[in-house]
């Protein structure tokens, strides 16, 4: 673990005005950490604008201050265009791509800070502090709490902490380091109760969400000796559901928890065309490796990339291909 450049900390605590970003389709780490650190900053005395590309889906609108986000660009350029220092943040973003179809215009604010965890990240903004030994941004946006010396709001801490538990799949996964861990007691402590967080992020299903996941549980199949696994999500399935894209967050892991799986693909069609990829890998087989050579990232055990021009059969052909290449070639 790395410790918090120095110019970060100075940017942060001389800046008057923060734009925090995100990426898109933000998961519970993206918006755990942009709304905690929102109302950290905030109580440093900055005013800040919490921006997102789309409204909050219904999996995550139970976290404390996501009604005061705002998708309006034009909103976040009269904000930033005062006489007065402006910062802008990009939190758990590990590519500038993935900053959304307003990017070139958020990129502009200047200087632009990067906070990240993403292995593979991809350098960009004028400054960033960026440590792949961390479990979450929100882990990292504790400790830069405790660097600036700012007051940890109950709703801060309980936006930390789902974003902490979310990226380490309820402190499961191998990046939950012993600092995660004290970390999510430092955040118990100011008032969380984990019993709460973990009922509003798992036991907080729609009906439509539950019926999206029988179609797409159905389309299992598996290869290479039940070793690789492989479900897909088509937008008539999102139709015929009633349900949101968002709410095929989380599908994979149940392909993924097949005792002989090694790795598990879910091929998501979208509404507006485009095919998206997400993997999850058990074990040794580096996923991040496999989303690179498709243009993506992430990290070794989770990790995703797009196609805009292929059909779905088109990628599943493709995926199933660099799978089975990465499991029989002993991809560790
Ligand atoms: P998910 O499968 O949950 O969408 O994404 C898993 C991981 O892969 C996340 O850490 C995410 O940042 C990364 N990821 C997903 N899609 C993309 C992509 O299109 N490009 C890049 N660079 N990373 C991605
Ligand atoms: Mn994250």
């Not at 993403?118 to 440590?131: N, Q």
């Not at 598996?222 to 709410?247: C, H, Y």
């Not at 498709?294 to 070794?300: I, K, L």
């Amino acid at each position: 673990m790395n410790t918090i450049p120095e110019n970060v900390v100075e940017t942060l605590l001389a800046a008057d005005r923060v734009v925090l970003v995100t990426h898109v389709h933000p998961d519970g780490d993206a918006l755990g950490s942009l709304l905690g650190f929102a109302e950290i900053l905030e109580g440093l005395g900055k005013k800040v604008f919490r921006y997102l590309e789309e409204p909050v889906s219904n999996l995550l609108d139970f976290l404390p201050g996501c009604d005061r986000a705002e998708t309006d660009p034009a909103a976040v350029e009269s904000f930033a265009g005062v006489d007065e220092r402006v910062v802008a943040v990009s939190l758990d973003c590990g590519d500038s791509e993935r900053l959304g179809k307003n990017k070139d215009e958020l990129l502009k604010i200047s200087p632009f800070l990067v906070i990240d965890h993403h292995r593979g990240h991809r350098t960009f903004g004028d400054m960033s502090w960026v440590d792949c030994d961390r479990s979450s941004t929100g882990e990292m946006i504790y400790e830069l709490a405790l660097r600036l010396d700012a007051n940890i709001s109950p709703d801060s801490a309980f936006n930390l902490y789902v974003a902490i538990t979310t990226d380490t799949g309820s402190f499961r996964y191998e990046n939950t380091s012993p600092r995660t861990h004290r970390i999510a007691a430092e955040l118990q402590e100011k008032g969380v109760r984990p019993e709460v967080v973990a009922n509003l992020v798992y036991d907080n299903f729609t009906l439509q969400r539950l019926r999206l996941m029988e179609k797409v549980l159905s389309t299992l199949t598996l290869f290479e000796d039940d070793q690789l696994a492989l479900i897909r999500a088509t937008a008539q399935m999102l139709k015929e559901s009633g349900a949101e894209s968002a709410d095929l967050e989380g599908f994979i892991n149940y392909p993924r928890a097949l005792r002989t799986v090694k790795v598990a693909a879910l091929i998501k069609e979208g509404a507006a065309g485009g095919v998206s990829v997400s993997l999850r890998a058990k074990g040794e087989c580096d996923v991040a490796r496999v989303a690179a050579g498709f243009g993506g990232g992430g990290h070794r055990n989770a990790s995703g990339f797009r196609f805009s021009d292929k059909s779905v059969e088109e990628v599943e052909q493709l995926v199933i291909r660099a799978l089975k290449d990465a499991i029989g070639h002993g991809n560790d």
